[in-house]
């Protein structure tokens, strides 16, 4: 509390930047910049350094769908899935900056593409798989996003969500958007508008298995989270690269108490 800069200075060396930061705190109020001339990438964070370590073969998700079905990721395999997904948003032509709307259901592939964004620079916003086409489609055009990735369904609550029809009423409403990429996940007919919307299986027959990740800037913008929207238009806010990854370090370290032996579960 006295000495905050050096706190989060300290906290800062956790991670592992490509170039270390100049400042540590800009403030102008209301505007601050944390770890100024930083520069970093939150995949290679979350993922690389762990695949270079004994860590490789540790799990990085367990994941279990609503009927029981369940999927086991290391870091190594984790590693891989993601430089193929970002392969998959370069081979679309999808760039640092770019804009990237995820509409799916709580499956690997959602914390992937997530991953795989940050990888390459470009700036994803999660859009929780319940909300309706309008609400959909609001966040895509605030935020711009140049592609959408979807499911041809999810479940909940026993029941088959369909997320492809709803993506298909949002699209036309958000002109920003040039393809969508499609999650098999529910098995059940979708639509497909050629030359718009890609099947994610198709793509990755031509993914590459290695990706170089993008170094940025400590505040260049790692995602946007809208609110909810129930008093008033959504707001998106915007959270910075290195200020999030350098807090999420500290708080998992003295909120949560994680340790190597620890599963953490959401």
Not at 44 to 55: I, L, S
Not at 125 to 149: C, P
Not at 204 to 229: I, K, R
Request: aromatic share 10%; net charge neutral.
């Amino acid at each position: 509390m006295n000495n905050p800069e050096e706190f989060w200075a300290e906290q800062a060396r956790g991670l592992d930047w490509s170039h270390s930061p100049e400042k540590i705190l800009e403030w102008d109020p209301p505007y601050a910049k944390w770890f100024v001339g930083g520069r970093l990438n939150a995949c290679y964070q979350c993922v690389d350094r762990h695949a270079k370590t004994w860590r490789r073969s540790k799990v990085a998700i367990y994941w279990e769908g609503e009927a029981g079905d369940s999927r086991v990721l290391s870091y190594s395999t984790l590693h891989r899935e993601v430089n193929r997904f970002a392969s998959v948003l370069l081979n679309l032509g999808i760039k640092q900056g770019d804009r990237v709307a995820l509409y799916l259901p709580m499956i690997p592939e959602l914390p992937i593409f997530m991953l795989a964004c940050a990888r390459i620079g470009a700036v994803h916003t999660v859009v929780f798989s319940g909300f309706s086409a309008q609400a959909l489609a609001d966040r895509m055009r605030d935020v711009g996003a140049k592609l959408l990735v979807t499911a041809d369904g999810g479940f909940r609550r026993g029941k088959v969500v369909p997320l492809k029809a709803t993506a298909d009423e949002a699209v036309p409403l958000a002109p920003s958007v040039e393809k969508v990429i499609v999650v098999k996940r529910a098995g059940i007919p979708v639509n497909i508008t050629p030359g718009r919307d890609l099947l994610l299986d198709d793509l990755l027959t031509d993914a590459s298995n290695c990706v170089e990740p993008v170094q940025v800037e400590s505040t260049h913008p790692l995602y946007v989270l809208y609110t909810s929207g129930t008093t008033g238009k959504p707001k998106g806010v915007v959270h910075s690269t290195g200020g999030y990854m350098v807090y999420n370090y500290s708080v998992y370290q003295w909120v949560f108490n994680i340790r190597e032996e620890s599963v953490y579960w959401c």
